[in-house]
C-alpha cells in the first residue's frame, strides 16, 4: 500500500466537496472501511460537540467508543460498524497523510467521496443536544 500526501488546503477542498455540515464530513476507516462522521463520533459518545470530537475525526475509527473489535479478514471491508483502529498506534498502516504549513505530515483517513458523504448524513442523523437551566 502506498502513501497519498496532500497539502492541507487541497484536504480542505477533498472536504468542502463533500457538501454536508462540517459535523458529516465523512471517512472511511482504512482497517474496517466503516463510514464515519462527527456526529457519528458524539453518538458513540467520543465527546459531546463537533469541537470535542474533532481529533478523532479521520483519526480513530469510531468503533473504539462503540467497543467494536477489528472486523476478521474475511470479511468485506464496509460492512462492518466500526473497529478500534487508531492511527496513533505503533503500526502506521494509512494511506493518506495531510502535509500543514510547516512540513511536518499528519496521518488521516481518506476522506469519503461527496456522494458517500452525503448519503451518510442521511442515514446517521446529527445528535441532538439538550441543555437544562434549573433554577
Not at 511536518?104 to 483517513?109: A, Q
Request: proline residues 7%.
Amino acid at each position: 500500500m502506498s502513501l497519498a500526501t496532500i497539502d492541507l488546503a487541497d484536504f480542505h477542498l477533498l472536504l468542502r466537496s463533500q457538501s454536508v455540515p462540517r459535523e458529516h464530513t465523512a471517512f472511511h476507516c482504512h482497517m474496517c472501511g466503516t463510514v464515519q462522521s462527527a456526529a457519528d463520533l458524539i453518538a458513540a459518545g467520543a465527546g459531546d460537540t463537533f469541537e470535542e470530537v474533532e481529533k478523532y475525526l479521520g483519526f480513530s475509527c469510531v468503533g473504539r467508543w462503540t467497543h467494536r473489535k477489528p472486523p476478521p479478514v474475511a470479511t468485506a471491508k464496509g460492512t462492518q460498524i466500526g473497529c478500534n483502529w487508531t492511527l496513533g498506534g505503533l503500526f502506521q498502516f494509512h494511506e493518506l497523510a495531510v502535509r500543514t504549513p510547516d512540513g511536518k505530515t499528519h496521518p488521516i483517513f481518506k476522506p469519503a467521496t461527496p456522494e458517500e458523504a452525503q448519503a451518510h448524513q442521511l442515514t446517521h442523523p446529527t445528535p441532538v443536544t439538550v441543555s437544562v437551566t434549573v433554577g
